[in-house]
């Protein structure tokens, strides 16, 4: 069974930093978009960052770009998200997910993890 497992989020004031991480068990995805998305509440989930191959190619939502850093180590299956100069603005929870192609837009075809939350408070 493919399970995505976030963990790192949590409460922290505005300027401040989080590293969330995410680890993938039941399969490898090697060839697999491997990112970040967010939902606030009230709105539509969000893209933030995804990666492919080792960094070989990362994508950032521009609300994020030099602010936030995604990683990835294959031999682990896992990914990061090193969130540095954190607003109120990116307070969310986070969604770690697998997928086949590069998009901006949560699909149904992906993996998703259950989430976790950022709060960032001013």
């Known amino acids: 069974q493919v399970q995505l497992v976030e963990s790192g989020g949590g409460l922290v004031q505005a300027g401040g930093s989080l590293r969330l991480s995410c680890a993938a068990s039941g399969r490898t995805f090697l060839d697999y978009f491997m990112g970040w998305f967010r939902q606030a509440p009230g709105k539509e989930r969000e893209f933030v960052a995804t990666?492919?191959?080792?960094?070989?190619?990362?994508y950032y939502a521009d609300s994020v770009k030099g602010r936030f850093a995604i990683s990835r180590d294959d031999a682990k299956n896992t990914i990061y998200l090193q969130m540095n100069n954190l607003k109120p603005e990116d307070t969310a929870v986070y969604y770690c997910?697998?997928?086949?192609?590069?998009?901006?837009?949560?699909?149904?075809?992906?993996?998703w993890g259950q989430g976790t939350q950022v709060t960032v408070s001013s």
């Open positions: 990666i492919y191959r080792s960094g070989r190619s990362t």
């Open positions: 997910n697998a997928e086949r192609v590069l998009t901006t837009t949560p699909t149904t075809s992906a993996y």
